[in-house]
């Protein structure tokens, strides 16, 4: 009986060994080439990428524990009562748009953003779960997409903040690569589309404060305050980051994933004011406060980058805290109203100018209260 115990145990751990090192979901591995090309980032130290004041994102092992516990706990509404139906977007509607600068949401964090007659799509993980199995995680909210990715059009730009499953999604990039014209990635990112079969000369890496211009559209990597890592052996191998996108006439602020800190105001102070602003608003937890933003946090940051309206990114998608899965959304909403700001909050899917105000209202997730 033990020696079947045993056996069955080993088993397990050869296939997880196996897994890890072999499997294409974990993207690539930096070399020591690249390694010293980073080490001249002033991000970079010993080896790795930091946040800005050393802000780590290591728990010790009493909140590991509490974290582990509180996957147990029984927090009523963590999901919608019944999936979440999308608004559907018409292939051609997107390919023969040249209008004013608006945006699709996918839910979580992925955006199409249609801006100077260009099609950018923001962190896009479209598959169903996000993680490097489907048994390692919870499905996504919603059943279907707003489009599906072979229907979509030409992609001038990808934009990726972290290489987290979340935001970087090997089946997504698989099906997108070879309609994209370039991608712009934090510095280490490209190693993971090499892997995954996105030509070098197509990927633009960029520190924090660099900026580079394609076409007639300028993007500027501005930082975040979280960590990497795809693997056990890869944590802060690359770099993380807030973007800035900007047309001769609009600028727009995407938060990626972040702790609140001092870089919002000084984003804000640099670039700003900014006319349209998504901001990480969900998978928050007292034990990871310093790399995930509370709600009213949110609305703050938005201030402090001078944002003219606000959208709440990061969650409706996924379960990946132990919170109600409105919550974000309610507090985020409550806090806007007492700092005076403009929250924008349209449904995944819908098409919605970045200026557009009806969108403002929208209560949509009340639709799926238990």
Known sequence: MLLAIGGIIGALVITGILFVNFSPQFGGKISKE?????AKSENHNEGKFINIGGVTSEMSMGNMLKAIGGMFKNIPNTKPNSPIEVQK??????A?????????????SAFLLQMNGKNVIIDPMLSEVPAPHPLLGGKRFNKELPIEIEKLPKIDAVVISHDHYDHLDYESILKLKDKVSMF?????????LQEWGV?????????????????????????AQHFSGRGLSDRDHTLWCSWIIQSNEENIFFSGDSGYA???KEIGDKYGPFDFAMIECGQYNELWSEI????????????DVKAKRIMPIHWGAFKLAQHSWTDPIERVSKKADELGLTLVTPEIGESTGIDDE??????WWNRYQK
Do not use: C
């Open 358 to 363: 009806g969108t403002s209202q929208n209560k």
């Open 292 to 303: 995930h933003m509370f709600p009213e946090e949110t609305a703050q940051a938005g201030k």
């Open 96 to 108: 023969n748009y040249h209008s004013k600068t608006r945006f699709i949401w996918f839910g979580h």
């Open 262 to 264: 001092s870089h919002f």
């Open 184 to 192: 712009f990635t934090p510095l280490g990112v490209g190693i993971h």
């Open 199 to 223: 030509p070098k000369e197509k990927i633009v890496e960029l520190d924090w404060w660099q900026e580079t211009t394609f076409e007639d559209l300028t993007f500027i990597s501005t930082p």
């Open 89 to 94: 977007v018409d292939s051609l509607n997107i």
């Open 34 to 38: 690249q390694l010293i090309e980073y």
